[in-house]
């Protein structure tokens, strides 16, 4: 059965989509970008503020559909600019441990907000009995 992820400690869609949506454990997370919960505005600071709060509301949502960072298979991150590659990684990295997950990074002509930044990501439950 699919079900719909929402918490108000991560922003809310800007769009007609969920959080995250799980189904038979696993979780697919829609792509967060720096936007601060509650007000929704962008945060102020450049690639390391925006992607550190990335982070966190990807960290939330997942805390929401009972699962961790740790829980995470695969992501997605997204660039406007890919010399942002390396703190974007730096951060990255202090946010996820071995094995980490797969990863592709690409370079896009825009995002949403204005934003530098979006990640997305896929995460198993270790229990899948929920």
Same mark, same amino acid.
């Given at each position: 059965? *699919?079900r719909?992820?929402?918490?108000?400690?991560? @922003?809310?869609?800007?769009?007609p989509?969920?959080?995250a949506?799980?189904?038979?454990?696993?979780?697919?997370c829609?792509?967060?970008?720096? +936007?601060? @919960?509650?007000?929704? =505005?962008?945060?102020?600071?450049?690639?390391?503020?925006?992607?550190?709060? #990335?982070?966190? &509301?990807?960290?939330?949502? +997942?805390?929401?559909?009972?699962?961790? +960072? =740790? %829980?995470? #298979? *695969?992501?997605?991150?997204?660039?406007?600019?890919? $010399? %942002?590659?390396?703190t #974007? &990684?730096?951060?990255?990295?202090?946010?996820?441990?071995?094995?980490?997950p797969?990863?592709s990074?690409?370079? #896009? @002509?825009a995002? @949403?907000?204005?934003?530098r930044?979006?990640?997305? $990501?896929?995460?198993? *439950? $270790? %229990?899948?009995? $929920?």
């Amino acid at each position: 059965m *699919k079900r719909a992820i929402q918490t108000h400690a991560a @922003p809310a869609a800007v769009g007609p989509y969920s959080q995250a949506i799980e189904q038979d454990g696993w979780i697919f997370c829609s792509g967060q970008i720096a +936007l601060e @919960p509650g007000s929704g =505005r962008m945060v102020e600071g450049g690639i390391e503020a925006q992607t550190r709060r #990335v982070m966190e &509301n990807l960290r939330e949502v +997942l805390i929401a559909a009972g699962a961790s +960072l =740790r %829980d995470v #298979v *695969k992501t997605t991150i997204f660039l406007t600019d890919l $010399a %942002d590659f390396e703190t #974007v &990684n730096r951060i990255y990295s202090e946010h996820f441990e071995q094995p980490y997950p797969a990863r592709s990074t690409v370079q #896009v @002509p825009a995002l @949403p907000r204005g934003a530098r930044v979006e990640i997305e $990501a896929i995460a198993r *439950k $270790a %229990d899948t009995s $929920a």
